[in-house]
């Protein structure tokens, strides 16, 4: 599926963000290691406050070292599609400001923006992205004994997308369904908060 299939706004928004959509059926492409390099290098340049740069990527590779075991965190129902794709990464959140010693208040918010680029990038690749909550953080942080200081948030899986024939009917028919949003209208108060 090209960005062009995928148009969602009728607003005139970059094709990037309009074209992407979490995607369940990935193609047996493989992911180059450039590509990779290209996708964790837009994470890279986030935002963040006071710099901190707080996102920790674990990366792991169908097939390669620790990818069974990242895969194994899913929850059922994300691991029955998520095990074609080529690519699983943990996300994680730095909670303590290195300068100051104290709380990073914005740690995940920062990891948020820094995985948006990253499914930028991704998306301007030709690839897709769908994030996930639905995993077992406390699995993971054994699994790969992640410390205490740095949240768990979420786990990105990444491939280019494949055939949604592959999938059952009931995810099948979610791939090709774009889900909706909610209007600017209800999500943005010009001068005062309505409520
Ligand atoms: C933090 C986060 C957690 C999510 N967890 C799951 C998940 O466990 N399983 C799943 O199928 N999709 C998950 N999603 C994908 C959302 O359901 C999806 O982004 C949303 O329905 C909008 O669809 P779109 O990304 O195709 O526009 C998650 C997305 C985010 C940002």
Redesign the pocket.
């Known amino acids: 599926m090209s960005l062009g299939d995928t148009r969602r706004s009728e607003l005139d928004i970059n094709p990037v963000l309009n074209g992407?959509?979490?995607p369940?059926a990935f193609s047996d492409r493989a992911v180059t290691d450039a590509e990779l390099e290209l996708v964790l290098e837009a994470a890279r340049w986030a935002p963040s406050s006071m710099n901190e740069q707080p996102w920790r990527f674990l990366v792991t590779r169908r097939g390669g070292d620790g990818h069974a075991a990242l895969l194994a965190t899913l929850?059922h129902?994300?691991q029955v599609w998520a095990d074609k794709a080529p690519v699983l990464i943990l996300a994680m959140a730095h909670r303590t400001l290195s300068r100051i010693g104290q709380e990073n208040f914005h740690a995940r918010h920062d990891l948020g923006i820094a995985t948006a680029q990253l499914t930028a990038q991704a998306t301007a690749l030709g690839m897709g992205v769908?994030?996930?909550?639905?995993f077992n953080a406390l699995l993971a942080r054994e699994t790969f004994a992640i410390p205490e200081d740095f949240d768990i948030v979420?786990v990105l899986v990444l491939g280019f997308p494949g055939d949604a024939d592959q999938l059952t009917d009931n995810l099948k028919e979610r791939e090709l369904r774009?889900?909706p949003r909610r209007s600017l209208n209800e999500l943005v108060h010009y001068g005062s908060f309505r409520g």
Request: no cysteine.
């Open positions: 992407r959509y979490s369940r929850n129902s994300n769908h994030i996930l909550g639905g979420s774009r889900s």
